[in-house]
């Protein structure tokens, strides 16, 4: 099921392996073009961002690779799971977007999909990927933070 966050937000799916394998350079929010099972099927939380991007082509934004199940209830009318979904962006979000794809060779992925009032957002990000050397260091600073907090918390 789906959470509440405290600004009113309901977050359906996250990509935390996103975190995990790219540095997040910069994060934006675009709606997306949905068909109406699609959108039952995410008031459910039956989503999963986890291998997909978001390409431009022709001024436009689509993100591939998302899943969404079928609605459990739908008919001869229900969705292809891992269709491409167009993207709500302003032109001029698109052109910086396309830029940065182009010109700087950085990628774009989702980092969550949520409900903001009735309609579907996902928050997208400019992400630069991470070599295994980055990783490895920073899990080490995570464990070390987490060590941290525990001593903090004994004391």
Do not use: C, W
């Not at 991007?53 to 459990?72: Q, W």
């Not at 969550?112 to 070599?131: D, H, M, P, Q, T």
């Amino acid at each position: 099921m789906a959470a509440k966050t405290n600004d009113g937000e309901k977050l359906i799916a996250s990509n935390k392996k996103a975190y995990h394998d790219y540095f997040v350079l910069q994060k934006l929010e675009a709606g997306m073009e949905l068909t109406g099972t699609e959108v039952k099927s995410l008031r459910d939380g039956k989503a999963n961002l986890k291998d997909s991007y978001v390409i431009v082509k022709a001024d436009e934004a689509f993100l591939l690779g998302a899943h969404i199940s079928p609605y459990s209830h739908g008919n001869l009318q229900n969705h292809d799971p891992e269709r491409t979904r167009r993207l709500l962006l302003h032109k001029r979000e698109i052109e910086k977007l396309r830029v940065q794809l182009v010109e700087k060779g950085l990628t774009i992925v989702p980092l969550r999909l949520y409900f903001k009032g009735s309609r579907v957002k996902v928050e997208i990000a400019v992400v630069r990927g991470k070599k295994q050397y980055d990783k490895r260091e920073t899990e080490k600073r995570r464990e070390a933070d987490r060590e941290a907090a525990a001593a903090m918390k004994i004391r």
